[in-house]
């Protein structure tokens, strides 16, 4: 499994944005897809966004489409979510994933490797 270790979070005003980042530690990180979710207090870990081993495609859930944007940096080892215009539902603990295979998907069980969880809260 691969080690991943989230930064960026914090608090922000609604309208706001924050970009946060998934800094993996080896290399293999490259070969595979990978994503984002969110857990609300007291509410399941969902889906954000996933993006495919090249960055070639990406995926969205529906309540961040437009707003969200997933993006990777092989050479660094390191994936990014930029998010703009933040509302207070979209507070949570933001976690990044590295699926087992090349190709994004919005399912919890194609990830079996995860990061500790950062922090964002957005106040209206």
């Known amino acids: 499994q691969v080690q991943l270790v989230e930064s960026g979070g914090g608090l922000v005003q609604a309208g706001g944005s924050l970009r946060l980042s998934c800094a993996a530690s080896?290399?293999?990180?490259?070969?595979?897809?990978m994503a984002w979710f969110r857990q609300a207090p007291g509410k399941e870990r969902d889906f954000v966004a996933a993006?495919?081993?090249?960055?070639?495609?990406?995926y969205y859930a529906d309540s961040v489409k437009g707003r969200f944007t997933i993006s990777r940096d092989n050479a660094k080892n390191t994936g990014y979510l930029q998010m703009n215009s933040l509302k207070p539902e979209d507070t949570a603990v933001y976690y990044c994933?590295?699926?087992?295979?090349?190709?994004?998907?919005?399912?919890?069980?194609?990830?079996?490797?995860w990061g500790q969880g950062t922090q964002v809260t957005v106040s209206s």
């Open positions: 080896e290399r293999t990180f490259r070969r595979f897809a």
């Open positions: 993006i495919t081993w090249s960055g070639g495609s990406t």
């Open positions: 994933a590295v699926g087992v295979g090349p190709n994004g998907s919005n399912r919890y069980g194609s990830y079996d490797s």
